[in-house]
């Protein structure tokens, strides 16, 4: 059985900085593509960010980048997410999905972690 289980989020202010953390069991991160996404009340599921089996292609959304980055620990089985210089409008539950390939489309993730929230104060 697949299992995705983020951590890291939490309360801060404009500017600061966190480090989300999506643990995968059943499955090793090293064969999949994976992608963070977040969500917003009454918006849809956002991409953010989808990086490939291997590591070597990285696909941001084009407002995230510059300012956050994933990373994968393959010993750990474990995707991160550094986020920097927090914006109040990243506010959103977090979440991490593995998938078949790479896309901006939820529909193309097969598993999904419970999200993590993540809350930036002006």
């Known amino acids: 059985q697949v299992q995705l289980v983020e951590s890291g989020g939490g309360l801060v202010q404009a500017g600061a900085s966190l480090t989300l953390s999506c643990v995968v069991s059943?499955?090793?991160?090293?064969?999949?593509?994976m992608a963070w996404f977040r969500q917003s009340p009454r918006k849809d599921r956002e991409f953010v960010v989808a990086i490939t089996r291997d590591g070597g292609n990285i696909y941001y959304k084009d407002s995230m980048r510059g300012r956050f980055t994933v990373s994968r620990d393959n010993a750990k089985n474990t995707v991160n997410l550094q986020m920097n210089r927090l914006k109040p409008e990243d506010t959103a539950i977090y979440y991490c999905a593995l998938g078949q390939s790479i896309a901006e489309d939820p529909g193309e993730y097969n598993y999904w972690g419970q999200g993590t929230q993540v809350t930036v104060s002006s």
């Open positions: 059943g499955r090793s991160v090293s064969t999949d593509p």
